[in-house]
């Protein structure tokens, strides 16, 4: 029995897959998209309650990724984007129990009490380390260590991994996870070199905005006036017919003219080209028949559980509360929670009037089993750790406990040679390919811009040369 035939079918409609089969359809290549649950997106939602927006996932995107913004002026989605508030560049970091604001600028690192005194100096002694250039993958902390020195490395950059992977700075690879700390360590010698560098190029061409830093490349956090979820139902709505929900993929199997997807509670699907942007974790069992070297390698990538846990208060009960994007707490302060965001300060509107919302982050690498917690258990948690580190006893309006029981992918030391893996194995299966936050780039600004390359790639375009990586 045959089935309908396509070019390209993409098994998953996460933003990766969506992205792609825009991309495909833009460039006159028939493809559908096969999403096995009742709606696109994956993680990014956006869900309003009286009032309230809760985003599911994450809570905005940085504006500095041609592709993202290429996609959405070509959604026409311009007049739907809203930066973040000014109280952005406000951020803290918890120490020793207690919240630090974090220097926005270099001058006033030397004033905070972010890190002790030694470790602000040893920080400044980042310029005089040798430059290990050419040495094989290493965590994200021993990089962090070596350059920064152990203090730095335990509160500021632990810190920012549990922002971006939820992940162990101890285990995550360096090379996988921030390509832009190592290449700023090969091409420049060193991270301070390397902002000389970027700033004295910046000024030359007459660029005023930041060239980032190690800790977080440049743009503006940036959302959607109804939330994130307005980019998913955007392409959702352009795809059409081309996106089909509630089909899950129960085969895929190679055949004359390509492959074969048997899906469940439908006909078959028969295709020239494969792409796999489902997690890999999901990819796994559709390879195990065929190639189980693949299967167990896509099996082997880890990923970090989060429990989401939104609170609603009065802005009344947050006096002495200062506003801002929010707050981290890195891995040795032994706390309940991996931060918090200030959501309504970010991006006003997402509350009622009088009201402010927050969303608290658990789980992660460091905890796993917190999203196994009822949500009694987990809110306890949340307001246990406002109480010690904010002195807030108040009660919150409303909670919405949100869980992801497998959030975020994760790249430990090592991941970089399993991509070489992954596509040295994927050679042996023409017109199959793999796209998504498992591999890659979990943020959304590199899943878009992923797409966008595979689906040139698809259509037969020359390749284009290879960009610097900006994002995480």
């Not at 096969?34 to 956006?46: D, K, V």
């Not at 028969?270 to 896509?298: K, N």
Request: aromatic share 6%.
């Amino acid at each position: 029995m045959s089935g309908e035939r396509t070019q390209v079918a993409i098994v998953g409609g996460g933003i990766a897959g969506l992205a792609l089969g825009h991309a495909l359809g833009q460039r006159g290549v028939a493809a559908v998209v096969l999403e096995a649950g009742q709606r696109p997106g994956g993680n990014i939602r956006s869900e309003r309650r009286a009032g309230w927006l809760c985003e599911w996932g994450p809570n905005g995107f940085l504006d500095n990724e041609p592709a993202t913004l290429r996609l959405v002026a070509a959604l026409g989605l311009g007049a739907e984007l809203r930066p973040s508030s000014d109280l952005a560049r406000r951020r803290w970091i918890v120490r020793d129990g207690r919240l630090r604001l974090l220097p926005a600028r270099p001058p006033e690192f030397l004033r905070s009490d972010v890190l002790s005194v030694h470790g602000r100096l040893r920080v400044l002694l980042e310029w005089a380390q040798p430059a290990r250039r050419g040495a094989g993958d290493e965590s994200v902390f021993d990089f962090a260590r070596r350059r920064i020195g152990r203090e730095a490395a335990e509160v500021l950059v632990d810190a920012m991994v549990t922002g971006v992977y939820a992940g162990d700075a101890r285990s995550l690879s360096l090379q996988g996870a921030f390509p832009r700390m190592r290449a700023m360590e090969e091409e420049h010698g060193g991270l301070f070199r390397a902002l000389i560098a970027m700033r004295r190029a910046a000024r030359a061409r007459g660029d005023k905005a930041s060239p980032g830093g190690p800790l977080g490349p440049p743009g503006v956090l940036t959302s959607f006036l109804g939330g994130m979820e307005t980019l998913v139902q955007a392409l959702a709505c352009h795809l059409g017919e081309r996106l089909r929900t509630d089909s899950p993929i129960v085969g895929l199997a190679r055949g004359a003219r390509g492959w074969r997807l048997e899906i469940k509670g439908g006909a078959p699907l028969e295709a020239e080209q494969v792409v796999l942007a489902c997690p890999s974790w999901a990819a796994a069992p559709l390879l195990r028949s065929h190639d189980a070297e693949l299967a167990a390698e896509l099996a082997a990538i880890p990923s970090a559980p989060v429990a989401v846990v939104c609170l609603g208060y009065d802005e009344r009960d947050l006096v002495g509360v200062v506003p801002g994007l929010g707050f981290l707490v890195p891995g040795r302060e032994r706390s309940p929670i991996l931060g918090t965001l200030f959501d309504t300060w970010l991006f006003p509107g997402r509350s009622p009037a009088g009201r402010v919302l927050w969303r608290a982050m658990l789980g992660g690498a460091r905890d796993p089993g917190a999203v196994d917690l009822g949500d009694e258990q987990l809110v306890e948690r949340v307001l246990g750790a406002f109480a010690g580190l904010l002195g807030l006893h108040a009660a919150p309006l409303v909670t919405y406990v949100v869980r992801h029981p497998r959030g975020i992918p994760q790249y430990p030391v090592g991941h970089p040679a399993r991509l070489v893996r992954l596509d040295e194995q994927l050679a042996r299966h023409p017109g199959l390919y793999l796209c998504g936050n498992s591999y890659r780039g979990i943020a959304m600004n590199s899943c878009i811009k992923e797409a966008e390359t595979l689906a040139a790639r698809l259509a037969g375009e020359p390749a284009a040369a290879p960009a610097s990586a900006d994002t995480p």
